[in-house]
């Protein structure tokens, strides 16, 4: 009995982690849905007490500095504070390719996304266009997330988002620079800045420079046993 207790134990445990991924995977849809929106007020529900959004230079931190991002920055700017879709403007967010772990203790978990963005104002619209944007571009980022379980509900710690690229429409990523630069002064002196700049090592620059994204998941096949050297010396062979 005490073989059989044990592998029913594993095998709930086992079914517990895939609802477990399955949450997880629901809740950064959910996310990419309500920011296609501008629902700035469902985006900030997603998030821990303590939660963060890392985007460009720098961090928005608690429920307040992911206000400031989605309502106070991205709302004015796409939609002039107006809640919820606006005639003529598209902005929608597509969420893909998650590799999600969950933690032995099933309490924490990290989360790789691939956001793909279509954004743009019709002719009818087009007056209320900011003067820097695009009428028309394409926008993709790398996610590297950290979620935490709170009061038995998975949320969001701290959505960690690297743009890779933004490109006009028209003439493409190869001749574009993107329309968003990184933020250099901090909230407050900055209304619609991050609380913290990051550190040099991490500054995000933008399209065209690339940097690598760390991944928080293992090698699915070698796991941590990994190694470069082993498999770039079969090129000689």
């Known amino acids: 009995m ?32 309500y920011i296609d929106y501008n629902r700035p007020e469902e985006v900030a529900a997603l998030f821990a007490e303590d939660g963060a959004v890392v985007f460009l230079s720098g961090e928005y931190r608690g429920h307040a500095g992911v206000m400031r991002l989605y309502g106070t920055w991205i709302q004015e700017l796409f939609t ?18 998650d590799v999600i772990t969950v933690a032995p203790d099933r309490q924490t978990a990290k989360g790789r996304f691939r956001g793909i963005l ?20 394409w926008e993709s980022g790398i996610y590297e997330n950290d979620y935490v379980r709170e009061n038995g509900v998975w949320k969001i710690k701290r959505l960690d988002y690297l743009m890779q690229w933004q490109g006009d429409y ?28 990051l550190p040099e090592n991490n500054y995000r620059q933008t399209w065209p420079h690339r940097q690598e994204v760390p991944m928080s998941f293992a090698h699915p096949v070698l796991a941590e046993a990994f190694r470069l050297e082993a498999f770039a010396a079969l090129k000689g062979k």
């Open 80 to 97: 002039k504070g107006k809640r919820g879709p606006v005639h003529g403007l598209l902005l929608d967010h597509f969420q893909l390719q």
């Open 170 to 197: 028209e003439t493409g990523w190869a001749h574009t620079v993107s329309h968003l630069q990184p933020a250099v002064v901090c909230y407050p002196e900055n209304p619609i800045g991050p609380d913290v700049i």
């Open 118 to 137: 279509a954004g743009g104002w019709h002719d009818e619209v087009l007056g209320e266009k900011p003067e820097h944007m695009p009428q028309q571009f």
């Open 2 to 33: 005490s073989d059989m207790e044990a592998r029913l134990a594993a095998l709930e445990n086992r079914v517990g982690e895939l609802e477990d991924i399955n949450a997880i995977r629901r809740l950064q849809w959910a996310y990419g849905y």
